[in-house]
DNA sequence: AATAATTTTGGGAGCGCTCCCAGAAAGGGC
DNA sequence: GCCCTTTCTGGGAGCGCTCCCAAAATTATT
């Protein structure tokens, strides 16, 4: 059975008050108790115990990370994991624990009463300070909840509402920046594979798409956009509605999409990039990996985890301040073999 | 400010008791009080306060998952997403949450000092009910203590220990059929790109080579082992290490590390699999998605997960079994392209 | 040296829940 | 209707901590 405070004291020969004074390192003790206080602590190996704690505190030290059950199948992305590290570091560095909570992929039904479940239990259990929401669909019903329950929070993304924090990476000037160096490479029939439209990086990447189009005075021809889910298999289904329209280039919102075109280009016997260009976004290290390696935008993925602790733990400890939020990561264009050469 | 016990008790005109039982399922209570509790409850949003409860009853709900520091490089494997999976859709289904610790990959010094911090923090500071371990390797200093403070505990992977619980991949067979398969296809001169060596896993995948060749009376040849670190790097660098002994097959102790290897035959002038034949170790999406798609052993990841949950919670709800728990789930070879034909 | 200001210390109350125990109500058997 | 069980209910104590307040000790001020 660990030691309590109380027993600590006792053993350093004060009071319960000062040991938490020790602990706490409130400078009103006299040098040689604390000393004394933190000999017993080392001996004893005391540590507090974090549920007594938080309810005295009313604060946890928790974090959550809540991934929406609609991208709970994207969760074999390499984003997803580069995201974490980058939040879990954060939070090291702060001294927070992180609380994950994915949703089951089960019948859509059940996994909706499990969601609100958790919900209840986690947020207004108490569980967590604050939480960090990732790529969630704009219509997910996590974000009005969360305004109206006053709970703290940081988006991955964006959202529509003036106390909605967030930070988000430039997504539309990096899918411009992509289908800019298409057009520059002499492309006049570029499609693009988008990502779920309902996200706002999906509606974001289109966005990009579309003015650096309109820069060039191109217009827009609807059968060259096919919306896909940021998945392979997404990818695949969305080049092969793309085909029939023959495109010379492709900007795939995802890596993971661009790899499921380039397979539907292959087995339609089109090269890459001799016959079709192919363009991803978010450079995960598979982007390097395929045949031929992929051009692709860079996000800064670990960082805009990072950042969203960051801006939590802050939002946290500074409760008083209303400021809101509002972080864009820059992004960058990576050239590789798929785009084909200067060449052309 | 969210309803108290107390609180819904006076509104439902009963004592904090009775409220408390009702909303913990104690069978004596007359129904017609127990639903105008229920109906007092919904309508004021009312939810156990988390820590008030903990306090109370020593427990928490919550597990925690341990990636320690000498992993956290490969987090970008997709094993560890399919993993988390496995471990999160468990916990939802049994009403657990689920803390995820990782160790900053910060300088190695500073990064020890936190994992202490961490560990005393989290383990004896009680915000866990128990932990699931992965991959960690068989000298991390995690082991002796969990099993000092008497942490209940699960490993993926393997320690041993008779206290000490796993839940493991048939690793030995898994190999051995893979490099059997290769024997079968008339390769004499199999090297193997190995895992780590102070992993169970890497030991264990080692072990079935050896094993396949044994079987068939083929020495071993030191040369023709490398060992790597489950990374892509990692693969190539082991391959660039065996390609002076000029194998005809290889067989790489993780589908990444294959990659790599695959990169470096490449670039050495070699064709996959008309002159080196190449088997990959975990079947990650990636697997199917590299040119040529690669014959892979398949361990049932999500379901590791799954029961290393599984095994903690039966730990935990049942305090008094001195059960050992030694799980070991099977492998299963995955023939794709990668290597050759029956053609040979 | 006496008083005022400041620093240091201890104890009480309370955070919101569970769990135990005793008393009240309800049911059974004659 | 009476006594004995059984079921239901309420209140007290306690989980281990923080935080406030007042008392004690120390230091500064005149």
Redesign the interface.
Known sequence: M?PTLEEVAKLAGVSRSTVSRVVNQHPNVRPEVRERVWEVIRKT?Y??????R??ATRR?R?IG?IIPQAV?TL????Y???L??GI??AC??H?Y?????????RRVQESRA?QDL?Y???L????LDGVVVSSAPLDDPIFPRLLEDGVPFIIVGRYPHERANYVDVDNVAGARMAVEHLLRLGHERVATITGPLNMCSGQDRLEGYRQALAARGIPVDEDLIAEGDFT?QGGQAAMRRLLPHRPTAVFAASDMMA?GAI?VLREAGLRVPEDVAVVGFDDI??AS???PPLTTVRQPIEQTGGMAVELLVSLLENPGEETVHWVVLPTELVIRASCGGRSR
């Open positions: 660990p190996g540590q507090p115990h974090a549920a007594a938080s309810l946890t928790v990370l709970t969760f074999t992305d390499p997803f994991p580069i974490i590290r879990a570091d090291n560095a001294n624990h992180l609380m994950l909570s994915l949703f089951s992929r499990r958790l209840q239990q986690v207004r259990g108490r569980y392979e790899a397979k290290p598979l990996m395929v045949e």
